[in-house]
């Protein structure tokens, strides 16, 4: 017995002597913490999209002093962890719980119901199987076809041959304000100008097709097309990568692809973004200070940061500031509402 | 101490000093990662025990573990390295939740027990073709069973992902919610702790009857020991083989099914992250023995629920738990290295012999 205990002994000894110094978030001089418990998806933290973003909203929002939210995450490994993740949280008396995505959707609305007194949140997710979400569940949309439409303008006032083209996902509601409102943006710099596009044909695997993604991107740019904008995951990734090899100007979607897709830099001009953090920043916000929304969807465009243009990055010096005051028209007209994108709410494309 | 009460030592200790090595190499990873180890295996402790619902979570993630380590423990024995349990969990899961969900008016105890008997099938089917393929050609089962289990992926990646057995009115890749008659019935109100659980706590003597006191049994532990000698006493080792592969397969089917019925109550694309592959390590940690897979799985299942409580405290990555799964099973896998550092007695020989491919063959 001697020879085992001792091996452990030491090894014992080393755990205890690298303890200590472990610190957790702490709101200072707050008579009360506003507690915000985070549940990802199967994606996990690291992700780079909507887990790391949704967790960066949690986050920013924490270093709002003013606010005094404390907030924790828990990652799921499975689907049938979201249940107990969120059920973590409020058993701990956690006063709001956000959840990362429409993979969520079904269980954070059960939660909601079970617990009226928290306060739940959910990105990007809004049509339910249950229409009649209680009042303290809100999802979080985005207009996306106000981004859509100013890289589509952006792209009309960078096209030389009076043509653009874009390369999308599924024929589904957001993909068609994506679509529409990029044909819409690019008409309105240029009523004349010719605007491909082609939604992905099949279902199973329209986000994740990037071959087929580039040969679509390809065909566009032989039949004349000179700016590609991208939106469909890994599909549109395969859109971006035929543009940044036939020299041509790219633009992505969702995120700053300029960080997330290195690859594409060289033509990657702009994003058309979702800021996922924003949005969650801004509900826990509303949430903290009482001001929680009626009406189970939380809507977030260009006025309130939501949607917008990521940095041109390598592209700055080359976009001319005659564009870069065009493009700053539209958007002022846009948030006063002088200006309507023509695709706002659209599901079915025509 | 004598030679019999030396061996039952060495079988006892030697799962006992993995699990405490798992976690002490565990501990510094924790402290590696910048957080106390004591504080965080304290969690993991309130997390898996003591916490309101800790312990019926604990019990849930046990179900699974105890069907499926059932499942792969039964094919130690007969020397089949059945590492496809995880794709035969899906498959029992498709079929479960297929059934579940299309058929309607039944009464709850038959719904149940077809959506079950469906999951086993799917299971059974799944393993039956690796068995085959042993049995028949010689084909290598580690090699088939994993090669199947990504066939399985694929398949209900397929199907449900946009496939023909998704959710029309759901935004959310999943299957329909299966009828409420199918859904098997909670044990303690407030809880998410489902019959499942009995039917995991049954299934071990029913497995340790069928190994150690029916003749497929005898044949099983026959050619587990040596092929070579169950064929010379008349047995036949490609029937053996195919079936033990089948029941094995099976087991995986209906913690499949009993996670749809029991937990969801639907299915998603993604609907284990390693549970069949875990319950290898519970195979092994249990020693292929039927009563020590129940404090095996209970193990596996306190560690995956008690993981939550401890990232809620510590908010350290849930892999770090996967460190403590992973360091234990690498401890069992290296008895021998065990036996050397701690000059134990050599332990009764574990029945993981995998036949050579020339064996079955020559079937």
């Known amino acids: 017995m001697r020879k085992i205990l001792i091996p452990l002994a030491v090894v014992g000894a080393l755990v205890l002597a690298s303890c200590g110094g472990s610190s957790g978030p702490a709101a200072s001089s707050c008579s009360k913490t506003f507690k915000v418990g985070f549940v990802t998806d199967i994606g996990k933290l690291g992700d780079k999209g909507f887990n790391d973003a949704g967790w960066k909203g949690v986050q920013d929002a924490q270093a709002d002093s003013s606010l005094c939210v404390q907030g924790k995450f828990l990652e799921s490994k499975q689907p049938t962890d979201y249940t107990p993740n969120i059920q973590q949280f409020v058993d701990q008396k956690y006063d709001m719980v956000v959840a990362a995505g429409f993979l969520l959707g079904d269980d954070t609305l059960k939660a909601a119901k079970a617990n009226p007194s928290v306060k739940f949140s959910i990105v990007d997710s809004a049509d339910f199987a249950d229409p009649v979400a209680p009042t303290n569940f809100t999802g979080l949309l985005f207009k996306q076809d106000q981004g859509a439409f100013l890289v589509g303008a952006l792209a009309a006032l960078l096209s030389k041959t009076n043509h653009v083209g874009g390369v999308y996902g599924l024929d589904v509601p957001a993909v068609v304000q994506f679509r529409k409102g990029y044909e819409n943006g690019a008409k309105y710099i240029n009523p004349s100008i010719k605007v491909d596009g082609v939604f992905h044909p099949a279902a199973a695997n329209a986000f994740a097709d990037p071959d087929w993604g580039k040969a679509r991107a390809q065909d566009e740019l032989s039949g004349g097309a000179d700016v590609i904008f991208a939106a469909g995951g890994a599909t549109g990734n395969g859109a971006l990568l035929a543009a940044k090899e036939a020299n041509k100007p790219c633009i992505g979607v969702d995120v700053d692809q300029y960080l997330t897709y290195p690859d594409v830099d060289p033509c990657l001009v702009t994003s058309a973004l979702k800021n996922i953090s924003v949005a969650v920043k801004s509900i826990i916000a509303s949430a903290a200070k009482g001001q929680w929304p009626s009406g189970g969807v939380q809507t977030f465009d260009i006025k309130n940061g939501g949607v917008g243009l990521a940095p041109y990055h390598d592209w700055d010096s080359k976009v001319s500031a005659d564009i870069k005051t065009k493009l700053q028209d539209i958007m002022t007209k846009l948030k006063d509402g002088s200006l309507s994108t023509g695709a706002e709410g659209l599901t079915k494309y025509s | ?363």
């Open chain 2, 1 to 363: 101490m004598n030679q019999r009460s030396r061996a039952l030592l060495a079988a006892v200790l030697l799962p006992v000093i993995s699990v405490i090595a798992g976690f002490v190499v565990a501990g510094l990873a924790v402290a590696l990662s910048g957080s106390d180890p004591w504080q965080s295996f304290y969690a993991l402790f309130q997390g898996a025990f003591i916490n309101p619902r800790a312990l019926p979570e604990t019990l849930i993630a046990t179900t699974p573990y105890i069907f499926l380590g059932l499942g792969v423990a039964l094919g130690f024995r007969a020397g089949l390295f059945n590492i496809g349990a995880e794709g035969q969990f899906y498959i029992g899961a498709l079929f479960g939740v297929f059934i579940g969900y299309n058929l309607h008016g039944l009464p709850a105890i038959v719904h149940i027990l077809l959506a079950l008997l469906a999951g086993i099938l799917g299971g059974f089917l799944w393993a039956a073709v690796p068995g085959i393929l042993k049995a028949r050609f010689g084909a290598h089962e580690v090699i088939t069973t994993i090669m199947l289990n990504y066939v399985a992926f694929a398949l209900v990646n397929f199907l449900i992902n946009n496939g023909p057995m998704v959710d029309k009115a759901s935004s959310a890749p999943r299957t329909p919610y299966i009828d409420p008659a199918a859904q098997l019935p909670i044990l303690a109100s407030g809880t998410r702790l489902h019959a499942g659980l009995l039917l995991a706590l049954l299934a071990i003597p029913v497995i340790w009857f069928l190994l150690d006191r029916t003749t497929i049994g005898f044949r099983i532990r026959t050619v587990g020991f040596s092929p070579t000698a169950a064929r010379a006493a008349g047995i036949s080792v490609a029937w053996t083989l195919l079936a033990t592969m089948g029941i094995s397969g099976g087991l995986a089917g209906i913690a499949g099914a009993d996670e749809v019925l029991g937990v969801s109550h639907y299915m998603p694309p993604s609907f284990s992250t390693g549970y069949g592959f875990d319950a290898i390590a519970v195979a092994l940690l249990a020693r292929s023995n039927p009563w020590a897979i129940l404090p095996a799985a209970f193990l596996f299942g306190a560690l995956s629920s008690g993981s939550r409580f401890m990232q809620f405290q510590t908010q350290v990555s849930a892999d770090v738990i996967s460190v403590v799964q992973a360091t234990v099973i690498m401890f069992i896998a290296a008895p021998v290295l065990f036996q050397w550092i701690f000059r134990l007695r050599r332990a009764p020989a574990p029945a993981i012999k995998i036949a050579s491919e020339t064996e079955g063959a020559a079937l």
